[in-house]
């Protein structure tokens, strides 16, 4: 054997481990195609009756490795990186100096050669409530800022209908590198990146989350519970109170989630107002 295939396997041992937790991670199949491309978010919902929250179709990620034997030797087809657990940035202390600190990550190689952008995340870095999406789509990778598509537009005028301005919040994604053709993120993506979510939260100290959609609710509550069951009540993340509703893109897909979309956002406001009290 070599001297470097100790190495290899246990990166295949702890990949194993990670696709074992994740493997049942729910996303998106069956894309509804977009047709309304201008609406507004409060008059729509306003004028709906009650709503049906289709199910979501659950398909399972392939594993990102892909091993055979050949000669008595384990051959890693796929090599990606593996997530360190030994990152340390505990002498990051502001998020701007955590963002000079990441801003050239290649863990995600594959992700970091097609990238315009890493979208870090824009708004208040003291803000009290913190926007967590899925991931850059092709704008915000060209912008370099989270939110600047026509999701992004839906998204400023949900936070608007509950009288919060995207200046104030600090909106950002579970990964920050743009899939390309803006397929959903893989877990091994999730999991080099989710660690720089968890220390932007930490930084930021917010004292509410709204995680929008099925990723960014999976990976802060570390569940596999499907949205329907997320959404519509709170959570907590690391003692901060956490909301999961649906994500601004699968509501210009489907105007149903609408409706439920705006009773979670109201209710997340009439929270945040009691806790201020
Ligand atoms: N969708 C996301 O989840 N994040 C963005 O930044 C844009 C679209």
């Not at 995340?121 to 598509?149: L, M, W």
């Not at 950002?172 to 999730?190: D, S, V």
């Not at 109170?241 to 994500?247: A, I, N, P, Q, R």
């Amino acid at each position: 054997m070599s001297k470097d295939k100790p190495e290899i396997i246990s990166d295949i041992y702890s990949y194993l481990k990670f696709y074992n937790d994740y493997k049942n991670y729910p996303v998106y199949a069956n894309e509804v195609k977009q047709t309304d491309t201008s609406f507004d978010f409060q008059e729509n919902i306003a004028g709906k009756p009650d709503s049906i929250i289709a199910g979501e179709k659950q398909v399972y990620e392939k594993p990102v490795y892909e091993m055979k034997k050949a000669n008595e030797d384990i051959v890693v087809e796929k090599p990606v990186s593996i997530y360190s657990p030994r990152e340390d940035f505990s002498h990051c202390d502001s998020l701007d100096k955590f963002y000079e600190e990441i801003k050239d990550c290649r863990k995600c190689s594959h992700l970091a050669e097609t990238r315009n952008n890493l979208v870090f995340g824009y708004g208040n870095p003291a803000a009290e409530i913190v926007v967590v999406g899925e991931a850059p789509g092709a704008e915000e990778d060209k912008q370099g800022k989270p939110f600047v598509g026509r999701a992004g537009k839906l998204l400023t005028d949900i936070l608007k209908a509950i009288e919060f301005d995207r200046e104030d919040v600090f909106i950002c994604n579970i990964l920050k590198c743009r899939p390309p053709e803006n397929r959903n993120p893989l877990p091994g993506e999730i999991m080099n990146c989710e660690p720089y979510l968890f220390k932007q939260l930490e930084l930021i100290k917010p004292k509410m989350i709204l995680a929008l959609g099925t990723f960014a609710g999976q990976t802060l509550l570390k569940s596999k519970e499907p949205l329907g069951k997320l959404r519509g009540s709170f959570h907590e993340y690391n003692g901060i109170k956490l909301l999961v509703t649906y994500h601004p893109a699968a509501l210009l897909r489907n105007p149903n989630w609408k409706k439920p979309t705006w009773e979670d956002v109201k209710l997340f406001r009439k929270e945040f107002d009691s806790m201020k009290k």
